[in-house]
């Protein structure tokens, strides 16, 4: 039976919101600001949302807006992923390892169409969501990347756990990038009679314990149900890593 996906369910508290630039309505990346509560020192603000995350933190100082710089041109494609969701991986990977952590490691690459309705749906392409986490922390970083530009970060801390507990993903393991699952999923969805003509289909990356390696997740975009898995290393077709 299909599900939402967790992510969705999970509760987070912000502690870093980031306005996303609006990639469709301008050529142009324009000035981006975000509120921002201290991540050291000082109290941090957690807030708690039944519908997802963020929250805005009222009366948090603004601070300058990342990332620069203005004059980048974005709209490269109608969807944000002119780049593979493993190549543009390498540009959130340089964001989190300066930004967040030197031991960041990635956590999920998300359905991007669950992060926008949490994030409020703004005027953005979906692009890919890279969420990263560090030793020893329950802090998160999403990153977004749309085309070849990092479009907005937002730091977060989650609240309740995925069950079963996601692992460390290594990318230098990965085999399958976004586009082989694609045509795999036009392959053996095709038969099955899941792809439906003009569906703009998400995708997920998690490695949860249990699993033999990470999934990659075929997600419908307009119900946020689970379609079909992946194996990312073999390509094998493979169960809903969230039912073990």
Not at 189 to 209: A, F, H, K
């Amino acid at each position: 039976m299909q599900q939402k996906l967790r992510i969705k369910e999970s509760l987070f508290g912000l502690i870093l919101f980031l306005s996303l630039a609006a990639c469709g309505a301008a050529p142009e990346t324009p000035d981006l600001e975000f509120s921002a509560t201290p991540e050291e020192g000082g109290n941090p603000q957690f807030l708690v949302t039944q519908e997802g995350y963020p929250v805005v933190v009222e009366d948090a100082p603004v601070l300058e807006g990342y990332p620069g710089p203005a004059g980048t041109v974005i709209g490269q494609s109608v969807d944000g992923r002119s780049q593979t969701a493993v190549a543009a991986y390498e540009l959130a990977l340089e964001v989190a390892l300066d930004e967040f952590s030197p031991e960041a490691y990635l956590h999920t690459i998300a359905p991007s169409n669950i992060m926008l309705s949490n994030l409020g749906n703004p005027p953005v392409l979906p692009g890919w969501f890279y969420i990263f986490k560090r030793p020893e922390s329950r802090r998160e970083l999403v990153v977004q990347v749309v085309d070849s530009v990092v479009t907005g970060t937002t730091l977060t801390e989650s609240v309740s756990d995925i069950q079963p507990t996601p692992l460390p993903i290594d990318m230098n393991q990965i085999t399958l990038d976004s586009d082989d699952v694609f045509e795999l999923f036009n392959e053996v969805g095709g038969s099955r009679g899941l792809v439906q003509e003009g569906v703009p289909y998400d995708l997920e990356l998690i490695y949860l314990t249990g699993s033999d390696a990470p999934v990659w997740s075929v997600v419908d975009p307009f119900t946020q149900q689970w379609v079909i898995s992946f194996n990312a290393v073999t390509g094998e077709e493979v169960p809903n890593p969230y039912d073990q």
